[in-house]
């Protein structure tokens, strides 16, 4: 997947006028966009894109010429890294805060969220729904590990109605002093998955956010043993089933990558629902466009339980 081929779209790139101070611009060509390519695959195809910092995002789905998925992601310019909110500003964007009866802020959630529509060939071929980044620039908890600055890149297999039923309760209603969810979404959230639905090492913290649902992290992470956090997986879970995929990436790791990064993702024995499904996910960087990919790849068919 990483041989480059040049796909001609209606996205303008015009790096070398965004003023990155992070990445040297290249020879960057307005209206190219790197993608792999290769004759056993579709054109990719693209969700529309949204503003994310000081420069743009959106997501795309590649299908082998059989129909079958091949890689769902995301693609952000690298302008996308300027012009976020800093550390001098709040926690969140205030659309997932839980507020006291004098509507000040108690528990500040979930960072700043850019909602990505998919193309519908992701949602024909996959149980993607849609997908959520969210930046963080403080981080979140757990202190001391995932406190720094960050993007969560959500990719949901419910749909955003969904999502956002999962609404931010005022503070007398919180479950508890640290569960910012209603006791009866709490419960939802907290409905356990089947042995052979979970992941391999995961295990559910009872972290829990209103928009998302609760976070499954998995118990071998390097972060978890003390080592500094640069990129790790978290499955997001919702009603007793997997809700959601997340690779989780820190503004320094994204800084200074070159080129790309490939991991393994733990894989359940069944899901939910029958289909295919993602079995490995790359960052990549390409230096000459100053643009990025978060890409979900080597899809496997994996049966209801």
């Known amino acids: 997947m990483w041989a480059l081929g040049l796909v001609l779209g209606s996205w303008v790139l015009s790096v070398s006028a965004s003023g990155n101070k992070h990445r040297a611009p290249g020879n960057a060509h307005s209206g190219e966009v790197p993608f792999a390519h290769a004759s056993k695959l579709k ?9 994310l910092g000081g420069g743009k995002v ?4 590649v299908l082998k010429k059989n129909r079958r998925p091949q890689e769902i992601g995301i693609l952000f310019t690298g302008s996308s890294l300027m012009q976020l909110p800093g550390g001098d500003m709040p926690m969140s964007d205030g659309r997932w805060d839980v507020l006291d009866e004098y509507g000040s802020v108690v528990w500040p959630c979930c960072g700043y ?11 024909r071929t ?14 979140h908890p757990p202190p001391a590990i995932y406190d720094k600055p960050h993007f969560d890149f959500h990719f949901y297999t419910i749909s955003n109605a969904v999502r956002t039923s999962i609404t931010a309760p005022m503070a007398d209603e919180m479950c508890g002093p640290t569960l910012p969810l209603s ?5 939802t959230a907290l409905k356990p998955l089947t042995p052979a639905q979970t992941p391999p090492d995961f295990f559910s913290l009872g972290a829990v956010e209103p928009g998302m649902g609760n976070h499954m992290l998995d118990g071998t992470a390097p972060e ?5 956090f640069t990129q790790t997986w ?22 200074q990558l070159s080129g790309e990064q ?23 960087y390409f230096e000459l466009y100053d643009t990025y990919q978060v890409a979900l790849n080597r899809f496997q068919w994996f049966h209801r339980e």
């Open 43 to 51: 054109p990719p195809e693209f969700g529309p894109s949204v503003s």
């Open 58 to 61: 959106r997501s795309y789905m």
């Open 113 to 123: 969220e850019h909602v990505l529509e998919l193309p519908a060939s992701a949602k």
């Open 126 to 139: 996959t149980h993607f729904k849609h997908l959520v980044v969210n930046w963080n620039n403080h981080g």
């Open 183 to 187: 006791c009866d979404d709490l419960d």
């Open 224 to 228: 978890l043993a003390g080592e500094p």
């Open 234 to 255: 978290i499955f997001g879970t919702w009603d007793g089933a997997i809700s959601f995929f997340e690779p989780m990436i820190t503004m320094d790791y994204l800084q």
């Open 262 to 284: 490939c991991y393994d993702i733990k894989m359940p024995m069944y899901f939910s629902a029958a289909g295919f499904y993602p079995t490995g996910y790359c960052v990549r």
